[in-house]
């Protein structure tokens, strides 16, 4: 049996990046921030999507994190379920809903407010 996957979904929960300026260079800043992480983490020994450790588990939010906002520097917006279909056939039943879910929180947060939500982290860096 072949499903057809939905690309678009009506009412579908959707971040709009930000018209800021200064938000949206942290937001770039940020983003190559995870890339350094990332390769960091692709350098450790194993494979790097077992989650098998703190570490690995890590790595692998990291990199969700980055594609999150990779798609909202890169497009202009997020489309949350459409996105996560996406990531899913990428990453398999390692994408938990709650690993893309705090994924996409993080990255809202940081769009509409600099993370003034968040705890823990780095959070974004400053500007000028």
Sequence with gaps: MRCLRIQSYP???TIVLTSLTTRVQQLEVKLLEYSGRIR??????????????????????T??????L?????????RAWSLSAKMFDKF???????????ACDVI???NATGGQNCDG????????
Excluded: C, W
């Design 70 to 78: 990779g798609t909202l520097l890169r497009e202009g917006e997020v």
């Design 40 to 61: 960091e983490f692709s350098e450790m020994p194993g494979s790097f999507t077992a989650l098998d450790t703190p570490q690995r588990r890590h790595a692998f939010s």
């Design 11 to 13: 009412d579908e929960p």
């Design 108 to 110: 809202n947060d940081y």
């Design 121 to 128: 982290g780095t959070g974004l860096p400053p500007i000028g």
């Design 63 to 68: 990199t969700v994190k980055a594609g999150v």
């Design 92 to 102: 398999g039943p390692d994408l938990s809903a709650f690993v893309f879910d705090r």
